[in-house]
């Protein structure tokens, strides 16, 4: 099976059960820094919807809390790996990508499974990584 390796935003419409139709059929994983920012988007969250907690406050109070507690145990199907997994390679691409870590994570995540990546928003410097290191990537709707 297909891995797809799908960033905050994206995790956050598959928490509250949005259907997105490019990551049918896939393994799906995700990143420790795309985890992270959407816990504290979704978390913290201060009455002003972004782009990663409005989803969350605009659905039913009950489905939001089955979201928000599907954020905070994240289900078994997303796969999140480790740095513990993933350090050493993040030091070894640096050497030959400029990334910040959460791109770095990102992208060696992406080797070690194999996956595609699906980003919502642009990320050029990660997009320019993935294709030279052979991944493929493609830009959500």
């Given at each position: 099976m297909t891995v797809a390796l799908i960033d905050d935003q994206a995790l956050g419409a598959v928490l509250h059960g949005e259907t997105l139709s490019l990551l049918a059929g896939?393994?799906?994983a995700t990143t420790g820094c795309w985890?992270?920012?959407l816990c504290q988007a979704v978390l913290a969250a201060t009455g002003r919807p972004g782009v990663l907690s409005g989803p969350f406050?605009?659905?039913p109070e009950a489905r939001r809390r089955q979201a928000v507690e599907?954020?905070?145990e994240l289900p078994a199907e997303?796969?999140?790996l480790s740095l513990r997994h993933l350090g050493p390679a993040i030091g070894r691409l640096r050497q030959r990508?400029?990334?910040n870590l959460l791109a770095g994570?990102?992208?060696a995540a992406a080797n070690h499974l194999g996956a595609d990546v699906f980003l919502s928003a642009p990320s050029p410097n990660l997009e320019q990584a993935l294709m030279a290191e052979g991944r493929r990537w493609t830009r959500l709707p």
């Open positions: 896939r393994a799906l985890y992270v920012r406050e605009q659905l599907a954020l905070i997303v796969e999140l990508h400029s990334l994570e990102a992208l």
